[in-house]
T-cell receptor, first 110, second 113 residues
Framework: GEDVEQSLFLSVREGDSSVINCTYT??????LYWYKQEPGAGLQLLTY?????DMKQDQRLTVLLNKKDKHLSLRIADTQTGDSAIYFC??????????FGAGTTVTVRA | EAQVTQNPRYLITVTGKKLTVTCSQN?????MSWYRQDPGLGLRQIYY???????DKGDVPEGYKVSRKEKRNFPLILESPSPNQTSLYFC????????????FGEGSRLTVL
């Protein structure tokens, strides 16, 4: 989606932290999301953050939201081989509509 | 098991031959949607439905039709497929927009020759 931008590729060493960045355009978005797509599968919701929050932590995942800059990031601590996937950033636009970024392919190398 | 089921998972067809991709969910979700995924473009919404007999166009509806006669089913119809509709298609459903969690099917890879 043209309204949400993210880098296309990220390579990270196993055990290091991964940081995936995303910028969005709709300042009225209520929720921002990270979805994960494993090879040959559909997307699964990984985590989401409400627009009035700055940070959300869930085990190895940390989401940071900078509303002023319309910047969202996902940090994965202690990255494992099972974290290799495509990660999509998405913003809510109105009712029942999500705008997705192009997806960041994360490759975890030993 | 709660799931969204799409069929077929893979299909190769020829230009102009009508086809239907079925989608069924067993979670009693009101909202259903179709997306296509293309390299470098992410997911783009084709059509969505907020309830039975209520459908609306997404961002890229041209060349597609949908219907929502029952809550659980939301088929995607390509009346006259063309090569530019070669793509990976995903059906998704959601109970509400409160959290925006979409449940996705496993995808249907369509090739139009």
């Amino acid at each position: 989606g043209e309204d949400v931008e993210q880098s296309l590729f990220l390579s990270v060493r196993e055990g290091d932290s991964s940081v995936i960045n995303c910028t969005y355009t709709d300042s009225s978005s209520t929720y921002l999301y990270w979805y994960k797509q494993e090879p040959g599968a559909g997307l699964q919701l990984l985590t989401y953050i409400f627009s009035n929050m700055d940070m959300k932590q869930d085990q190895r995942l940390t989401v940071l939201l900078n509303k002023k800059d319309k910047h969202l990031s996902l940090r994965i601590a202690d990255t494992q081989t099972g974290d290799s996937a495509i990660y999509f950033c998405a913003e809510s636009i109105g009712d029942y509509k999500l705008s997705f970024g192009a997806g960041t392919t994360v490759t975890v190398r030993a | 098991e709660a799931q969204v089921t799409q069929n077929p998972r893979y299909l190769i067809t020829v230009t102009g031959k009508k086809l239907t991709v079925t989608c069924s969910q067993n979670m009693n979700h009101e909202y259903m949607s179709w997306y296509r995924q293309d390299p470098g473009l992410g997911l783009r919404q084709i059509y969505y439905s907020m309830n039975v007999e209520v459908t609306d166009k997404g961002d890229v509806p041209e060349g597609y039709k949908v219907s929502r006669k029952e809550k659980r089913n939301f088929p995607l119809i390509l009346e006259s497929p063309s090569p530019n509709q070669t793509s990976l298609y995903f059906c998704a459903s959601s109970l509400s927009q409160d959290t925006g969690e979409l449940f996705f099917g496993e995808g249907s890879r369509l090739t139009v020759l």
